[in-house]
């Protein structure tokens, strides 16, 4: 039979989306769905985070601690997440730490790279300068060397951020998958693939992935008053020779 016929004769009487089914778990399965997904994603972020700065810390001070603790988390990384995912079933069941042990994992891959870098990025001449001041190495953590460094960490935690909203589906395999639930419900319906979950799946992941970016650039610009300082300085030195250099040119007119 030719393409054509085969796609003309297969049924469409299924549309790719039925609204009347969101609308009838929208405040059931897709809620709890979505909320669990919440969990799932940014709890492993905060505990990365938590672990992240003392270490990345650490190896920031002691330069030779970085790279067995670099090659201890891109170990991690590199492990299947279902994988990783049936390890710790045997230990906690199937249960939320089943998801959010290995994810706060593989968070640390890039997260500690980002503390390290991001305090590597102080210049030497800004520490001694605190010193100068009186700061303490306390006093100068807080006061100058993480507020410059937090454009460079808040980068990592948006890539972990994101990255733990899209793996969290992976869980569904086990059981535990908030949005990737929607997705097998989907491919398990009876009578074959059920287009609508999944869907509704996809697209909510996209939609916090981008709303979560987007907050935590908004915590960075909070963070940092001083980048739009400078960038509006340098907008302002801009336009101020522009003025002049037309002001010549009318001039020479």
Same mark, same amino acid.
């Given at each position: 039979?030719?393409?054509?016929?085969?796609?003309?004769? @297969?049924?469409?009487?299924?549309?790719? /989306?039925?609204?009347?089914?969101?609308?009838?778990?929208?405040? !059931?399965?897709?809620?709890?769905? *979505?909320?669990?997904?919440?969990?799932? &994603?940014?709890?492993?972020?905060?505990?990365?985070?938590?672990?992240?700065?003392?270490?990345?810390? =650490?190896?920031?001070?002691?330069?030779?601690?970085? %790279? %067995?603790?670099?090659?201890?988390? &891109?170990?991690?990384? @590199?492990?299947? @997440?279902?994988?990783?995912?049936?390890?710790?079933?045997?230990?906690?069941? /199937?249960?939320? %730490?089943?998801?959010? $042990?290995?994810?706060?994992?593989?968070?640390?891959?890039?997260?500690?790279?980002?503390?390290?870098?991001?305090?590597? &990025?102080?210049?030497?001449?800004?520490?001694? &300068?605190?010193?100068?001041?009186?700061?303490?190495?306390?006093?100068?953590? $807080?006061?100058?060397?993480?507020?410059?460094?937090?454009?460079?960490?808040?980068? !990592? *935690?948006?890539?972990?951020?994101?990255?733990?909203?899209?793996? $969290?589906?992976?869980?569904?395999?086990?059981? /535990?998958?908030?949005?990737?639930?929607?997705?097998?419900?989907?491919?398990?319906?009876?009578?074959? !693939?059920?287009?609508?979950?999944?869907?509704?799946?996809?697209?909510?992941? /996209?939609?916090?992935?981008? =709303?979560?970016?987007?907050?935590?650039?908004?915590?960075?610009?909070?963070?940092? %008053?001083?980048?739009?300082?400078?960038?509006?300085?340098?907008?302002?030195?801009? !336009?101020?020779?522009?003025?002049? =250099? =037309?002001?010549?040119?009318?001039?020479?007119?």
């Amino acid at each position: 039979m030719p393409l054509g016929r085969a796609v003309a004769a @297969a049924p469409d009487d299924e549309p790719l /989306i039925r609204w009347d089914w969101i609308s009838r778990n929208l405040d !059931g399965q897709i809620a709890e769905a *979505l909320r669990e997904h919440l969990i799932l &994603s940014f709890t492993p972020v905060l505990l990365g985070l938590a672990i992240a700065l003392p270490v990345g810390l =650490a190896c920031a001070r002691y330069r030779r601690l970085y %790279p %067995p603790v670099l090659a201890a988390t &891109s170990v991690l990384y @590199a492990i299947p @997440a279902i994988g990783l995912f049936v390890i710790f079933v045997a230990f906690t069941g /199937i249960t939320y %730490p089943a998801v959010i $042990v290995p994810l706060s994992l593989y968070t640390l891959s890039v997260l500690v790279p980002s503390v390290v870098d991001g305090l590597r &990025s102080v210049p030497e001449h800004v520490r001694r &300068s605190a010193e100068a001041m009186g700061f303490g190495p306390l006093r100068r953590l $807080v006061r100058v060397e993480l507020p410059i460094a937090v454009p460079v960490v808040m980068a !990592g *935690l948006r890539v972990a951020t994101v990255a733990n909203i899209s793996l $969290v589906s992976v869980g569904a395999l086990i059981g /535990i998958g908030g949005l990737g639930q929607l997705m097998v419900t989907g491919m398990k319906w009876p009578g074959g !693939g059920f287009t609508t979950p999944i869907i509704v799946a996809i697209a909510l992941i /996209i939609a916090l992935a981008l =709303a979560a970016d987007l907050l935590l650039l908004l915590v960075q610009r909070l963070l940092t %008053p001083w980048q739009r300082a400078g960038r509006a300085d340098r907008t302002g030195r801009r !336009g101020r020779s522009a003025r002049r =250099a =037309a002001e010549r040119e009318v001039a020479r007119t």
